[in-house]
């Protein structure tokens, strides 16, 4: 259990904004030493100097997580830069700008979710987690999900959501993997909340990678989070949001306490969970989701 983190490293993805970058200030204002590695030069660069202008140290690696290279790279750099690693916090993600109904998918959408939120998660893993074990020294493993599909899914954002439930069900497999190997590392799952957040998700589609350019072209522009929220303001609903400093200090809390479960209280989340616990255990049609289509 890792309850110390002065003079301890961490390594985040994702870490240029949001909730990244929330966790790795936190980090260094607990006097842990940081790396950042993100995709974007400009961000990461603006993103180390805040932290190192703060007292912080801290280095940045560009890294794209859905090729098993570049994360093995931004290990390499870790591991080269400050001899160790204690804590690693797969976060980089994406939401995929699929549009319309499952069946009617651009196949690359998934490809392109899959190989960042699952794939950069699991390279996340090969590359850190053994030299991580070969140190012999107490270190915590921090996987982000979401509760849409970590708990359960928006149907209208079916890519999305299957991505964050095979974070979960990843990240359950290694808790119980460290576990038999008798390691001293923790694993969690970070469910981001309890509100919505001010992140870069919805514009992921500034970075996609040629190699994943849609085969279609779009039938209607990107939506963005200034939009949504308007749309929901004009229907009277108004949008709450959790600041991203408290998930990093939910994460800290979680790492010192050696938590699987990092997921704020939230009756919204608990009545989502027990809904479908119990469609599950009577064997029922999951009638809860009904509650989570927006355009029906």
């Not at 001899?83 to 976060?91: D, E, K, R, T, W």
């Not at 119980?176 to 001293?184: E, K, S």
Request: proline content about 4%.
């Amino acid at each position: 259990m890792l309850q110390e983190f002065d003079g301890r490293v961490a390594v985040v993805t994702g870490a240029a904004s949001g909730i990244g970058l929330a966790m790795a200030e936190r980090f260094s204002a607990e006097g842990m030493k940081v790396v950042l590695g993100d995709i974007e030069q400009g961000a990461l660069d603006k993103a180390v100097a805040r932290i190192t202008e703060a007292g912080g140290d801290a280095i940045g690696h560009i890294v794209d997580v859905s090729v098993r290279e570049s994360v093995f790279g931004l290990a390499d750099a870790a591991f080269e830069h400050f001899g160790a690693v204690h804590v690693l916090c797969n976060n980089a993600g994406i939401g995929s700008g699929s549009e319309g109904k499952m069946w009617e998918h651009d196949p690359k959408d998934w490809d392109w979710c899959f190989a960042v939120n699952v794939f950069g998660v699991f390279n996340g893993i090969q590359a850190f987690v053994p030299r991580m074990l070969a140190q012999n020294t107490p270190g915590h493993i921090v996987n982000t999900s979401s509760g849409d599909g970590g708990i359960a899914p928006l149907p209208n954002a079916s890519v999305y959501a299957t991505t964050k439930a095979a974070v979960v069900t990843m990240t359950e497999a290694l808790y119980a993997q460290l576990g038999q190997v008798r390691a001293q590392l923790g694993a969690s799952v970070l469910f981001p909340g309890p509100k919505m957040l001010r992140t870069g998700l919805w514009e992921s589609y500034r970075n996609r990678p040629e190699r994943f350019a849609k085969s279609v072209p779009r039938k209607t522009p990107y939506n963005t989070l200034d939009a949504w929220e308007k749309a929901m303001r004009d229907s009277g609903q108004e949008i709450e949001f959790t600041p991203v400093e408290s998930v990093a200090a939910d994460v800290l809390e979680g790492i010192r306490e050696n938590r699987f479960w990092i997921m704020p209280a939230s009756e919204h989340s608990d009545g989502q969970i027990t809904a479908r616990s119990q469609s599950m255990l009577a064997r029922s049609n999951p009638s809860y989701l009904e509650t989570f289509v927006l355009d029906k």
